[in-house]
C-alpha cells in the first residue's frame, strides 16, 4: 500500500497562499471578459458581437468550473484558514451555486467511491458508454443545463445523506447559508448591472453567468470526473491526468488533474500535488492496488483521454448472442 511517512509530511502541507492568487486571477478574467463584449458590442458590428459573445460564454463557464474547483480545495479546508469557511464561500462556494452543505455530500464520495448507491458522484462516471454514440450522448446531456438543475436540487443544496440517496430526515441548506447565497448572486446581478446597464443587465446575467453555470461549467466537471473515475474495463478507478499545462488545465484548474494523488491524501493542497505525484508515481505505477482503488495513470490531457476512448468505442453495439437452450 502506498503511503507516506511522518517525517514527510511538512514536505506537503502549505500553500494555500497559490489558492488565493488562482482565485484572484480566475475574478479578474471573467470580469475581463465581460468588459471585452461590452467593448465588441459597442463595435457596432454584429460579426464581432456574435464572435465575442460566444467566446465570452465559453470562457465565464470555465471560469466558473475553475472557480467551483477551488471551492473543493474549501471542502477539504485547503483554502486560507482552516477553520474559517467564510471566505471561501465568498469567493467560491456561493459564487458557483454551493453552500457548505456540498462537505457532507463530497466527503461521501471519497469515503464510498464506487458504489453505484452510496457516491453522490457516480452517476457522472457510472456505467461507461457502449458505443461512440452513448459517448457522445453522454456528453450532451452534462452540457444540456439538465444535470446542473438536477445537482442544484439534490447535492448542493441537501445534506449529504439525503443526496446520497440514505434519506432519514430531510435537512436543507440552513437559512444563513441560503441567505448568503442570495446576497451574493444580488451582488452579482448587480456587477452586471454596471457593466451592461439597466435592464439589460439583468439579461446579461442570466444569459452570462446563469446559463454558463449550468451549460459549459457543469459539462466540464462532470466529463472531469468521468475521466477521472470512469473506465470501460473497471467499475471505478483512481485516474491521474498528466500533460501540457493546456491538457490539463482545460478541466482540472486547482490540480485536479493529480486526482489519485488527491484521493489517497485529501489533505494535501493543491500546490503541493505536483510533488507529491513524483513521489508516489513510481509505487502507483508498479502496484496499482490502492485502499481507495485501482491507480491509473494517463499521459496527453483530458482531452486526448476522451479522443481516446471515441476511437477505442464502436459505433453501434455488438448484438447480443441467444441464449443457450
Known sequence: MTSLTKAEYPAYQGGQDRALVLTAMLWGLLVGG???????????????TAAAAAAVFVLVGWCQASLSNGFHEAVH???????????????????????????????????????????????????????RWELVGRLALMASGLA????????????????????QEKQRAPMRDLAGLALVQLAIASAYLGIFGWPAGLAFYVGFYVLPLGT??????????????????????????????????????????????????????????????????????????THQGVYELFEGGYLGLLVHWFRELPWHAAAEAPAST
Open 34 to 48: 465581460l468588459f471585452g463584449l461590452d467593448a465588441a458590442m459597442s463595435s457596432g458590428s454584429a460579426w464581432v
Open 148 to 167: 446542473a438543475a438536477r445537482q442544484l436540487l439534490t447535492k448542493n443544496l441537501r445534506s449529504g445523506d439525503e443526496a446520497s440517496g440514505r434519506v
Open 77 to 131: 479546508q485547503n483554502f486560507g484558514s482552516r477553520h474559517s469557511d467564510v471566505l471561501s464561500l465568498l469567493l467560491l462556494g456561493y459564487p458557483t451555486f454551493f453552500t457548505m452543505q456540498y462537505r457532507k455530500v463530497h466527503l461521501q464520495h471519497h469515503l464510498k467511491g464506487g458504489d453505484p448507491t452510496s457516491d453522490p458522484d457516480f452517476v457522472t462516471y457510472g456505467r461507461f458508454p457502449r458505443t
Open 216 to 289: 459549459v461549467a457543469k459539462f466540464i466537471k462532470a466529463t472531469r470526473s468521468f475521466c477521472e473515475h470512469g473506465s470501460p474495463d473497471r467499475d471505478y478507478v483512481l485516474r491521474t491526468i498528466t500533460g501540457k499545462p493546456w491538457q490539463t488545465g482545460t478541466l482540472g484548474m486547482y490540480g485536479f488533474h493529480y486526482h489519485a494523488e488527491h484521493h489517497l491524501f485529501p489533505w494535501v493542497p493543491y500546490a503541493r500535488l505536483g510533488s507529491l505525484h513524483e513521489r508516489l508515481a513510481p509505487e502507483l505505477v508498479e502496484d496499482a492496488e
